[in-house]
């Protein structure tokens, strides 16, 4: 598992492309609060947006893994569980910091997922 990007994946970077390309800027791989470990995949930090970008696999996405391992399946289910929980927690913590928090999953469109994106950052700015 070390092996396993954690940050410019291919999905990630599409998205970020659209996104720079629309004119907005954000910080990459930061954590929205202040003293917290866990990292958001795109930040607009005066905006108050978080954008994760998930991996269908390892967080449980449910239109693509429904498929069970073959190696160790006990080990995965708990390890996606587990990583759900992480996911719905760190929703939880930021909404109420008064953050707003966007998913998006790895098969997408990122096309459609940079225009989420930019409406819900623009709503946050108060622009139009």
Excluded at 76 to 88: F, H, L, P
Excluded at 96 to 124: F, I, N, Q, Y
Aim: aromatic share 8%; net charge positive.
């Amino acid at each position: 598992m070390q092996l396993q990007r954690t940050r410019d994946t291919a999905p990630e970077m599409a998205l970020r492309r659209i996104l720079h390309s629309m004119g907005l800027r954000y910080r990459v791989d930061r954590s929205p609060l202040r003293g917290w470990r866990r990292r958001a995949d795109i930040v607009f930090g005066p905006a108050k947006v978080a954008v994760f970008v998930d991996g269908c696999f390892w967080h449980g996405c449910p239109e693509h893994s429904r498929r069970e391992t073959k190696s160790n399946p006990g080990y995965w289910s708990g390890k996606i569980a587990r990583n759900r929980e992480r996911d719905a927690d760190t929703d939880a913590r930021l909404a109420d910091a008064g953050w707003t928090v966007l998913r998006v999953w790895e098969h997408e469109s990122p096309v459609l997922a940079a225009d989420l994106v930019a409406k819900t950052v623009k709503e946050m700015r108060g622009q139009s």
